[in-house]
């Protein structure tokens, strides 16, 4: 190309130019990738803000919204493709392994960090299954360097929790979806979802019904993308703050548990081997006025297992 324009006659000066609009063209696409659940994503620009910056050592998804198609009529789920439906009938998505695309087909006018989060939670569950790591329907926060995963049913307080913590200074990683490569946590979309009443206590931007709930989203600093696993928490509900450690019988059941996936982990001597972390049981009363205690004593209990304090 270059020796075509100077036949031409285009100077070196406009050649400069032009090599400095490419560059910055280049950069600008480079710019429109981001890295979240320990992916790099492509194909979200509008929702930059809730990633981490790029980072090409992670496994490319590249997604795409679809105006055509038809709609799954169950799930699919193989080990080179998958097919499913949204949450809330919001739509569909189909997964493929190799190359690592996501082509979602949407029934509203939802924005690339709504589809960010929740709407690509499931694939990127399914694209890191298929990677090999385990993924969780979990929470983490970070204490000291290192990472805590938090575990619960639906109604357990999880997000509630994590908005506390936040609050009171702690990084959050994720808060639905956790993403392990052996025990190296990856952090999710820099933001938590929370119900009304929650939102009452700590703010945020509402985002009407998306998917099946009413959401008020409580956007996060970034935190750091990735932090070694500790160990887990396990919120429940009682008449005092208090923190206990989980009977060693017990916490297979709470780790396999909260696996996102039916199929379970690839390597289940592995999750094994995340269910001999420490677990602690985190007891408090349903009243936002003891949030504030269950945060310290949580803290107190986590600084306990190692990164100093």
């Known amino acids: 190309m270059e020796l075509n324009l100077l036949c031409c006659g285009i100077s070196d000066a406009t050649l400069a130019g032009l090599h400095a609009s490419e560059e910055i063209a280049l950069g600008e696409r480079r710019s429109s990738l981001g890295s979240v659940y320990g992916l790099r994503i492509q194909g979200l620009d509008a929702a930059a803000r809730l990633m981490q910056p790029d980072d090409d050592t992670l496994p490319l998804l590249e997604v795409r919204r679809e105006t055509t198609g038809e709609r799954p009529h169950v799930t699919e789920l193989d ?40 709407f690509l939670a499931m694939t990127a569950a399914i694209s890191n299954w298929w990677i090999g790591r385990h993924v969780l329907h979990a929470g983490a926060f970070v204490v000291d360097g290192g990472a805590w995963g938090v575990l619960g049913a639906k109604e357990a307080g999880k997000s509630s929790l994590l908005a506390q913590l936040a609050t009171d200074g702690r990084a959050v990683l994720c808060d639905d979806l956790l993403v392990l490569d052996g025990q190296l946590a990856h952090a999710g979309p820099s933001c938590i979802d929370l119900r009304p009443g929650a939102a009452d206590r700590f703010g945020g931007e509402p985002l009407g019904v998306v998917g099946v709930r009413e959401r008020i989203r409580l956007r996060l600093p970034r935190s750091d993308s990735r932090a070694v696993l500790r160990g887990w928490i396990v919120p429940t509900w009682g008449s005092t703050v208090g923190v206990t450690a989980q009977p060693v019988r017990d916490r297979l059941k709470s780790v396999l548990g909260n696996y996102a996936l039916y199929r379970g982990p690839r390597d289940p001597a592995a999750a094994i081997s995340l269910a001999s972390l420490p677990v602690l049981v985190l007891t408090r009363p349903k009243d936002w006025g003891a949030m504030s205690d269950a945060s310290a004593a949580l803290l107190r209990a986590t600084r306990g297992f190692g990164g100093g304090g």
Do not use: I, K, M, T
């Open 79 to 118: 080990e080179w493709s998958a097919a499913f439906g949204l949450q809330g009938d919001s739509g569909w998505v189909r997964l493929s392994r190799e190359p690592l695309r996501a082509q979602l087909r949407l029934d509203g006018p939802y924005n690339d960090e709504q589809v960010l989060h929740p």
